[in-house]
């Protein structure tokens, strides 16, 4: 069942050219409909942006220009081997918070992707949304053998799934809290 659309929202699409009416026509006789697009687009932005963030060629050294002299300056007396510690722990904890994010923002088209409104915690859509999760972090860590100065690690897969099931797990706690399933 669509969803309602306000009159405000109708009148602007009908402003932009009628941008609301029907499917979306890729080419090839492929359609996708505007809600599914609307619904699926802030998901496959973010994995344009790890996939391109992954495609760096060296970006522990990246990171590390920008972190390094942080860390130096807040701790002037800490020796290099403990530094290098924190950069890798504070890399680790970015790749949790990335794919945390990329698991809400797929568990949310999955949601929307439901027929029939359902309520707004599902485990099974939390799986679901998961399990893509996971899958995405395996051809993410694949696509990483071919880069120069990179490798593929199958514990990178664990951390990213991790941040996934953070992510959803954040995600059930707020909903709990504000009592909404």
Known sequence: ?????????EALASQLGGCSAGPIRL?????????????WLPSLLWMALIFSASNDAGSAQH??????????????????????EIHY???????????????????RAIRHATPNRPPPWRW??????LLFVALYAASDEFHQMFIP???GQVSDVFVDASGGA?????????GKLRKRW
Do not use: N
């Not at 504070?90 to 945390?100: G, I, N, T, V």
């Not at 099974?124 to 949304?129: D, I, P």
């Open 1 to 9: 069942m669509p969803r309602h659309r306000s009159p405000a929202r």
């Open 27 to 39: 080419g090839y006789g492929m359609r996708i409909s505007r809600q599914a697009l609307h619904d």
């Open 63 to 84: 990171s590390s220009r920008l972190f390094e002299p942080l860390i130096r300056w807040l701790f002037p007396l800490m020796v290099q081997a403990r530094v290098d």
């Open 89 to 107: 722990l504070f890399r680790k904890c970015a790749h949790l918070a990335e794919f945390a994010l990329l698991a809400i923002l797929v568990w």
């Open 124 to 129: 099974s859509q939390a799986a679901l949304a």
């Open 149 to 151: 100065g990179r490798c």
């Open 166 to 174: 953070i992510g959803l797990g954040l995600l059930w706690l707020v």
